[in-house]
């Protein structure tokens, strides 16, 4: 069983030989680019050189997928905003959105989505990029990309003090802006099943309960997300960051195959409350462990994500690219061999 | 002077404005209480703070959430932009400046503002960078403000890690500079590696770490009155 066999077959919950290490998030490395000569700032703007590098965590490291983009402004940008790539940073700096496209509550009624938007920003040298991944490692590994949630996405395009606020004091006017944004992401995750992409991660981010209660999430956050969800037509993952342990249920109810929670999440007892046929990917912290940690932390941290019975050992967020590559090793090696005793 | 009783009506009305995020109820008690002849200074940290303090302890209950904060945050403010001009310095043995910001390569700053937020309360000059900012930046302004308090925010774990670069380079040109770090990625064990002085880790242990440190002010305040 390859990796890519194992990472579909989970995907459709049939026994498989031990769990996964993969992710639906950024996992490019440093060790990655500097191998390929490239700059960090350059690789959002390049289908090339991103597809090379986002192959490189599976070639170097035996990581089980390969992920596009490695930033998170695909759907805002398609939207019309600007993008900072920070061509000029010496380190390593993740793009960010310039310019706000809704600047008052009255701009949230009046916004409307670009009638091409599958065409605009960068939608297309995604697609590009997804078909060199696909043909460079897709034998060999699952491709995934992600798109972000309609929470965090609207958090882009205005104030996300405004929004949150907003969320509390005119849930209806939320609620109707979150629907279009659930609308533009669906074009965007359309894009890429087109151009062969295995499973799609919904980062809905912004809208965990250290934010935004259990009863909001509920109310304003999972239908827009259940309607993404329900139009994928590859396996979908929902991750939300920072504490879900309430929010599990409503989190599965979306729709999505499997779940993605992270280290601030009892996987414990969400297995409790989600039952053993669900799938709950994580949740190791992507920084503190992965990256600053002791090779002995990493393979006692794998074995704990196993030992409290997540389906895949993925992190709980995008791993930062200077992880030092005896990490990334002690990483795989621990769940080839830990994960197919369990 | 107003009478004890109707000092404590004006304080509760300014407490209660901010828990219930009543921005008219701490503008209309700010008001009041300068009218009433009350000190300002007392009326910020009696009335605004002490619901602030009630707000903090809502958000660990679970029972408030973000929006609810910065709805408090608002009501705080509609009272404190009136009690403000006529607050006495304080003499609290500080210049009480600080340098804030977020970190160039992330745009949220609401744990920032919230942070911020108490340092106003507390009469410190607050030397607001704003969002997205270089590095370098950060040294500067603390050179050139001289300020004993430096906090450096981020939201996400991909900016966070500018931040040791700022602290060494600050520490290395103002060893006697405090700095505290906070934002979701960070931790204790990161403060502490960094070289940091304090951290909290999200809006709400932004706020406490904050209230605690204009606390600490208070008390100071306090017993420097009490010696008078």
């Not at chain 1, 259990?214 to 997300?225: G, Q």
Request: net charge negative; charged share 25%.
């Amino acid at each position: 069983m390859n990796s890519r066999e194992r990472v579909l077959s989970l995907f459709k919950k049939e026994k498989i030989d031990r769990v996964p290490c993969f992710s639906g998030m950024g996992n490019i490395t440093e060790a990655g680019i500097n191998k390929l000569g490239y700059k960090f700032a350059g690789i959002h703007l390049d289908a090339k050189q991103m597809a090379d590098t986002a192959a490189t965590t599976y070639k170097l490291f035996g990581y089980e997928c390969g992920v596009v983009p490695v930033d998170l402004c695909v759907e805002a940008e398609a939207m019309g905003c600007q993008i900072n790539v920070y061509p000029h940073a010496e380190g390593i700096l993740y793009p960010t959105i310039k310019e706000k496209l809704i600047h008052n509550e009255a701009e949230m009624d009046t916004i409307k989505l670009p009638a091409n938007m599958g065409e605009l920003g960068r939608v297309p040298l995604l697609r590009e990029a997804i078909r060199l991944l696909k043909a460079d490692i897709g034998n060999d590994v699952a491709v995934g990309s992600y798109v972000l949630g309609p929470f965090t996405l609207a958090g882009q395009i205005m104030e996300l003090n405004d929004l949150l606020k907003l969320s509390f004091k005119k849930a209806d006017k939320v609620g109707k802006l979150l629907d279009l944004m659930a609308d533009a992401i669906i074009i965007v995750a359309k894009e890429y099943e087109k151009a062969g992409v295995d499973y799609i991660t919904v980062r809905e981010m912004g809208a965990t309960s250290d934010v935004l209660s259990p009863r909001v999430f509920k109310n304003l956050i999972a239908p827009p997300l259940k309607k993404v969800i329900s139009q994928l037509s590859v396996p979908s993952v929902l991750h939300v960051c920072g504490k879900t342990n309430d929010i599990v249920t409503t989190m599965m109810e979306t729709g999505p195959t499997a779940i993605s929670v992270e280290q601030k999440n009892d996987v414990q007892e969400s297995r409790k409350k989600l039952g053993d046929d669900a799938l709950i990917f994580g949740n190791f912290d992507a920084y503190n462990v992965l990256v600053s940690g002791s090779e002995e932390l990493v393979r006692s941290t794998m074995r704990k994500c196993i030992d409290d019975g997540v389906n895949a050992v993925w992190p709980g967020c995008d791993i930062w690219p200077t992880v030092p590559a005896a990490n990334m090793n002690a990483m795989l090696d621990e769940i080839k061999t830990y994960g197919g005793k369990k | 002077m107003a009478d004890e009783a109707r000092k404590k009506e004006i304080y509760d009305k300014l407490r209660n404005g901010v828990i219930n995020y009543d921005e008219d109820a701490c503008r209309e008690g700010a008001q009041e209480a300068l009218d009433a002849g009350l000190d300002a200074n007392e009326a910020i940290f009696d009335g605004l703070v002490s619901g602030m303090e009630e707000v903090g302890r809502l958000f660990e209950a679970q029972e408030y959430f973000v929006p609810e904060i910065l709805m408090c945050a608002d009501a705080l403010y509609a009272g404190l932009d009136i009690l403000k001009p006529h607050c006495k310095q304080m003499d609290l043995g500080v210049r009480g400046s600080v340098v804030i910001g977020t970190v160039e390569g992330d745009v949220h700053d609401i744990g920032k503002n919230l942070v911020k937020m108490m340092f106003d309360v507390a009469g410190f000059h607050v030397y607001d960078l704003g969002r997205d900012v270089p590095l370098d930046k950060f040294v500067d302004e603390q050179l050139k403000t001289d300020s004993e308090l430096v906090c450096l925010s981020a939201m996400m774990t991909t900016s966070m890690v500018g931040m040791p670069t700022v602290i060494e380079k600050i520490k290395a040109k103002n060893p006697d500079c405090m700095i505290m770090i906070g934002g979701a990625p960070t931790s204790k064990d990161l403060a502490d590696k960094w070289g940091a002085d304090g951290y909290a880790e999200d809006a709400s242990n932004a706020l406490k770490e904050a209230i605690k440190m204009v606390g600490f002010l208070k008390k100071l305040r306090d017993e420097k009155l009490n010696k008078k």
